[in-house]
């Protein structure tokens, strides 16, 4: 009696009480959600256009900040810096076209994703050796002060956070949608025989797309580096873009973001009004049996594309 | 010409039927226990029983658990780490609460146990496919280490959080913990090993075995033809998860004497599938050439700089070993994409013509 009570009844009187404090916990868990996102949007673009699962994004995440934090230190100016890192990324990118995935054409997605792990190693590894593996401090000039919205604590980072995300995500759909690189690269993302066929030049379109994630992974390990530091468990957070991605689905974009924004309030809202309940620290699986409980209703994901089966 | 069929004419269905037709396997395999029964423990000191030999087979026989479940049903997971970590805590609990039960015989509850638990976290497979499949048994494999971590009961309320194996002793030699000899936990993990090895094998050619793989090459047509995917894909992720549920609880009783739930962390259940995909995906040898580079690897990258004489700092040599690694699996895939199994059987071809190739 006692643990229904504590489970299905005590969570929503708290919640009633303080309508305010509910209300803080949801935009707070939104910002986080934001963070999740931009993590998972690199997935999201590899995987659309090369059916490649990368886990080696939250390496990448990593290997961007601590270019960035690298350069920053030896006293190059902010701009140059993220310029820097960026031009570092594309070098990245044309890197693993021409070392691994040349060679992993046509190959299973299993395959792929294991080799994707091999190049996670080796980026987190030789992004320690060359950057050294100590906590760092990350600050490109972002501001964060507290302001209140009528009772609402918000910060100007979070904030920034949010419309970077949403420009991010705004310039990548029109990019897919749009231009011609971008209906190449959903061509690709069909069938790389077929694209091959047509005269879409596979190399290019796949040095395009991991700039692109690589890029995407330097905006994330910016925002994730400035509010945490940038170290080692940087490369962890892919682990917390999974769940994002399987409930968005993963050839979405806008399923990144709305899977984020899910993951991130109700993993705030389950720490804190159930946390206690199971003893704390559940935001570690929480976010996954989230994720499993949607999947088991559409098993696509929320966005993704309809899984259409023929004998 | 020293691996040839020719002449060997089976006469009966048992020999047609049988699970190594060819007299060069059996001989082989026959050559591989004998050695590994009465060679290595003789010519291999503590260091090398301990560090290599023990985790090697203790691997392989998780390996060729997730084989079971990912090379022959097809179902990717994630969640190895935690089934076998089920099998350890379930270990730990039934010997401390039953002292006078058979040490051999709780490894195997153990992992009936695991196969409980690998049957929950696999009824999600009936909807959810392929990399959906995969991060939804991450989900299994934080829960459960969370769940380790946070109820007491699972580690009898001991202070420090770690589960110990108690010294479990059997016609008069101690079996379990750090008080075993290495020789003696050496024999029970190569016995179950090869117990269980064999029984793979054998299961993998039959009924079920054929029915795994025709719902890894397209459930839909599996089901169209009368396989049932219900109990086949959970008979799957039970037996899959009896296998790591098993090689779990030796980890702790017949390896490590003790650990806390990171031991069998998310790390562990990547490095189990490098085993099977370096090794080759549905194939029982494959998955244990795949444990032996997969740990002896590491082991020869740390131990390797000193031999030569080269000092460097263990920070700069654990990112070098990670580099190395991550490249060396990234070199191996795109060489041969279906692993070292395939590799054996490439040699096997050779083997058969040479020295005539024409």
Redesign the interface.
Known sequence: MELLNILFVAPFLDMADSPVFLLEVIISGLLTGVMYSLVALGFVLIFKASGV?NFAQGAMVLFAALTLVGLMERGVPVIVAIVVAAAVMVVLAVAIER??LR??VN?????L???T??????????G??AWG?DVKRLDVGLPDNPFEIGDILLSTFDMSAAVIAAVLVTVLAVFFQRTTIGRALRAVADDHQAALSVGIPLKTIWIIVWSVAGFVALVAGIMWGTKSGVQFSLSLIA?KA??V??LGG?TSVPGAIIGGLIIGVGEKIAEIYWGPA??G??E??FA??L??AF??FR???LFGEK?I?R? | MFYREAGQFKTNYQSDQAVFPILQDRVFIALVLIIAYGVVPWIADEYWLQAVLIPFLIFSLAAIGLNIL?GYAGQ?SLGTGAFMAVGAYATYKITTAFPEINILLVYPMAGLVAAGVGTLFGL?SL??????LA??T??AQ??IL?LFN??GWFFNDNPSGTITAPPRALFGITMTGPEASPEVRYYISLTFLAVMGLAAKNLVRGRIGRSWMAIRD?D??AE?IGIQPLKTKLLAFAISSFYCGVAGALMIFAWLGSAETEAFD?FVS?QV??MI?IGG?GSILGSILGAAFITIVPIFLTNFPPMVGLAIST??SK?????I??????FF??VE?AGFARLWQIAKEKLRQWPFPY
């Open positions: 699962f070392f691994m060679h992993l190959q299973e997605g299993i395959i994703f294991m080799a792990i091999g190049l996670n190693f080796l980026l987190e590894g030789s320690q050796i593996s682990l999974l769940p991605l399987i993963f199971f003893g620290a559940i570690g699986w996954y049996m994720a499993l999947l088991l098993p696509q994901g899984i089966e004998v | 990912t990717v999600p909807r959810i496919k392929g990399f959906y991060v939804a991450l989900a934080f829960f969370w946070k109820v397209m839909i047509a169209i998310i990547f599938l490098f995909i995906l920070d700069l990112h070098l070993e990670e580099i690694f991550g490249g060396l699996i990234v895939l795109i994409p």
